[in-house]
């Protein structure tokens, strides 16, 4: 089958290399080269360089909306588009263009989690189970009929970066049996739809009085990137990792230390233990390591 490809980021890599195998790529599209690195030298998406690899035409337009850029899509004479966080809202005319339309490779299980950051949401909620769904895109924001999904169980262990790099796997998988099958589209219920809004930085502040649970489950959502943080001594110290003590309890007010091992207080007397950290320009420590280089004293305040 002639596909069009249409992702950027290192999630949608396995997904490409997939289609490569089993069918004929016959562009791929991405998001420009941005500045990246100390120098902000212009650095192509990790797509873009994984195409480059196999020979294959790469285009990166900052837009889909002009005439001339829906034409020279049309012109790719392919079966159909298969996408995978691209980053481009693509237009009608775009949906329309290939005669089996255009796919979606999306990282939650539908209509749970539509939008910009569905692993991230998925664990900082509390949620039990992720997983992938191919669905038919149309004009609206993930609302299209589902072709094939497949689940897998967050655990109270499960960071953002783990879950990211199991979902790509589901996502390469499913996507050939999909092109394989092209299943009977089956809507999107009604009920249960959530919006997975893009990260912010205050979604990244730590808020010591919410309970210990509910603070493991950001900073595991949030890691390894964007990662969580919390302000100390007018620095900002981010956490990559971290679990709550369930059968320990304080009086302390939420954010105090409680000993000399990161215990921290959190909301309705849970308690936390902090495990690895990371200062600015700094790499990121086990908690030993880094309270040798940056002791602090129980009763300090985050």
Known sequence: MRVIFMGTPDFSVPVLKALIEKHDVVCVYTQ??????????????PVHVEAEKHNIMVRYPVSLKSEAEQRLFEMLNA??????????????????????????VHASLLPRWRGAAPIQRAIMAGDSQSGVTIMQMEAGLDTGDMLLSESTPITPQTTAGELHDKLSEIGARLILKVLEKMPTPVPQSFDGV???????????????????SVVSAQIRGLSPYPKAYFNYK??????????????????????????????VACGLGTVIQLD?????????????????????ARGEKF
Request: net charge neutral; glycine share 8%.
């Open 32 to 45: 420009p080269p941005r500045p990246a690195g100390r120098g902000q030298k212009l650095t192509p998406s």
């Open 79 to 104: 079966d159909i588009a298969v996408v995978c966080a691209y980053g481009l809202i693509l237009p009608v005319e775009i949906l329309n263009a290939c005669p089996k339309g255009c796919i979606n």
């Open 194 to 212: 959530t919006y997975a809004h893009k990260i912010t930085k205050e979604d990244c502040l730590i808020d010591w009085t919410k309970p210990a």
């Open 234 to 263: 007018d620095e900002a110290i981010k956490v990559l990792q971290a679990h709550d003590i369930p059968h320990q309890s304080t009086k302390e007010i939420p954010g105090t230390v409680l000993d000399d091992n990161l215990f």
């Open 276 to 296: 690895e950290l990371q200062r600015a320009g700094k790499g990121v420590l086990s908690r030993d390591a880094f309270l040798c280089g940056y002791p602090i």
